[in-house]
């Protein structure tokens, strides 16, 4: 059971419930708080589709854990090696904000240590062994988050 439900939207949206918990105990209300938030889950969202989009464009998976059939370089995988993962933790600080959750916003760090460790290294693996040099290229120019 428990592999059927790891992926990163699950982690994301346990994160999201710690923070809104967290945001609901010990609330940091600011003026700011709701438009900074609304700004962040926008562009984390953004970032999120236009990732996906070049993905399926190049006919590669989405899916963690799966083979990948392309190597994608181009556009918002430039500045980022993860950018749909980048996108998540965006989404999850935008979130925080919103939620007047600003004591939360070290969690933000320690989802992106999950996603690492649970999904990005063996990923970065699988590119390596598929596409060898040229992915080691990519990695070297590219980095992992931002």
């Known amino acids: 059971m ?7 939207p699950v982690w994301l949206a346990g994160f999201a419930v710690i ?5 609901s105990v010990l609330p940091v209300a600011t003026p700011v708080n709701d ?5 962040l889950v926008t562009i984390g969202i953004v ?16 899916i963690p854990r799966r083979d990948p059939d392309a190597l994608v370089h181009g ?12 996108a998540d933790a965006i989404v999850l600080t935008g979130l925080y904000v919103a939620w007047d959750a600003l004591v939360a ?14 999904f990005i ?5 699988r590119l ?4 060898g040099e040229e992915y080691a290229e990519y990695a070297g120019r590219t980095r992992r988050w931002l």
């Open 2 to 8: 428990a592999k059927e439900i790891d992926f990163p």
């Open 19 to 23: 923070g809104g918990l967290v945001g």
């Open 35 to 39: 438009p900074v938030g609304a700004v």
């Open 47 to 62: 970032l999120m589709l236009v990732a996906a989009g070049q993905m399926i464009v190049a006919r590669t998976t989405l």
């Open 75 to 86: 556009g918002v995988f430039r500045f980022s090696r993860n950018p749909i993962y980048l």
């Open 105 to 118: 916003l070290p969690l933000v760090a320690v989802f992106m240590m999950v996603i690492s460790r649970r």
């Open 121 to 125: 290294l063996g990923e970065e693996a």
């Open 128 to 131: 390596m062994e598929r596409f």
